[in-house]
């Protein structure tokens, strides 16, 4: 049995990205429909090797008939269109921050709490969380499960990706310019990119801290455990994909780095590439295109009683948001839909 998919943001960094990852993984497609703004009506996307898409306008786009709608256009986009969609009959998955907290959406990952799918009905909507937030829960929840984790830590270093295409664009050409002496145009970010570390990523909140970083704490809670305690710095670097994490962890119990290397070696979704030697863990270059979350620099934390250290890296694109994705569509599909039909 197939389904009839509509892409939302098809031209888009995520939205091509969704499409690539839907066919490298035959996910069970009956008609598939590339939608973005009137400006990209018309244009054409690659669906495959071998196969192109006209991308229709959504705003006039009849959402009737269509199975699952995958979103990522941006929150406002979303607001609008995704309750129209849902309302049609569409499952919306929504790779947006718009409807992550709302208590009626499910916030999930697969890896972590497949189990929330379950709830999709109340509006017909599943939230797909923060990049960042999606890598590190990953990591964090076979920890969870073996010592039980109180407090975490985490400084991020997110790529330029992740403020889409102009994004990489900007580090691009600031980085072109810095080597010819041109002046460097900024656009996207609140300072210089190239050849430099920006700890600004969203607007600022009363508090002090940036809504990306809130993200990350609100959304662990949401996904993973309310009784955790999470504190977040998140920095954008010049790299055009994939991003990384130093996370410090503190337990109920002591956990040695043996068990919790270990504990991630086992888990799905998770490679483990921690040699205490040179080369002996990723980097964002080399996660580049991949599906899993590498772990490495696994370690005790010396300072602290029960604490363990850890580097996270990923590529955003995938894992933190088109494959996320579509793994929430194959479980539903899997689990939901065709006991429903």
């Known amino acids: 049995m197939g389904y009839r998919v509509a ?22 497609i009956d008609s598939i429909t590339a939608l973005a703004s009137e400006n990209s009506a018309g244009k054409v996307v690659s669906f495959g090797e071998d196969k192109e898409l006209n991308v229709q306008s ?4 009849d959402f009737k008939g269509t199975d699952i709608v995958l979103s990522s256009a941006g929150g406002k986009i979303s607001a609008e269109f995704a309750p129209r969609a849902a309302k049609a009959g569409a499952v919306v998955i929504d790779n947006t921050s718009h409807f992550r907290l709302d208590p009626d959406v499910p916030l999930v990952v697969p890896e972590v709490n497949g189990h929330a799918i379950a709830g999709y009905g109340k509006r017909n909507i599943i939230a797909n969380p923060n990049c960042s937030t999606i890598q590190m829960v990953v990591a964090l929840k076979p920890l969870h499960d073996l010592a039980g984790l109180q407090r975490v830590v985490v400084s991020t270093y997110q790529s330029v990706s992740g403020a889409g295409r102009a994004g990489m664009d900007e580090l691009f050409n600031q980085t072109r310019a810095v080597f010819v002496n041109d002046p460097l145009d900024r656009q996207e970010f609140t300072k210089q990119i ?17 809504k990306e970083e809130w993200k990350m704490v609100v959304e662990t ?38 068990e919790a290397r270990e504990a991630l070696a086992a888990t799905p979704g998770v490679v483990v590439v921690d040699h205490r030697a040179d ?10 295109g991949e599906d899993a979350v590498y772990v490495s620099r696994i370690r005790e934390d010396i300072s602290a009683e029960n604490a363990l250290n850890m580097w996270v890296v990923s590529d955003n694109l995938r894992k ?22």
């Open 320 to 341: 933190g948001a088109a494959l996320n994705a579509i793994q929430i569509a194959e479980a539903l599909v899997a689990g939901y839909l065709d006991k429903a039909a």
């Open 58 to 61: 959504l705003s006039s786009f």
């Open 221 to 258: 809670k949401k996904i993973l455990d309310p009784k955790i305690k999470v504190s977040a710095t998140c920095v954008r670097v010049p790299v055009f994909i994939g991003h990384a994490e130093s996370v410090n962890m503190t337990f109920d119990r002591p956990v040695s780095a043996e």
């Open 194 to 210: 190239a050849f430099n570390a920006i700890p600004h990523i969203d607007v600022f909140m009363d508090d002090g801290s940036t």
């Open 279 to 288: 080369e002996g863990y990723v980097t964002p270059v080399e996660c580049v």
């Open 7 to 28: 892409i939302v943001g098809a031209t888009g960094n995520v939205g091509r990205e969704l499409l690539t990852t839907l066919d490298e993984r035959a996910f069970p």
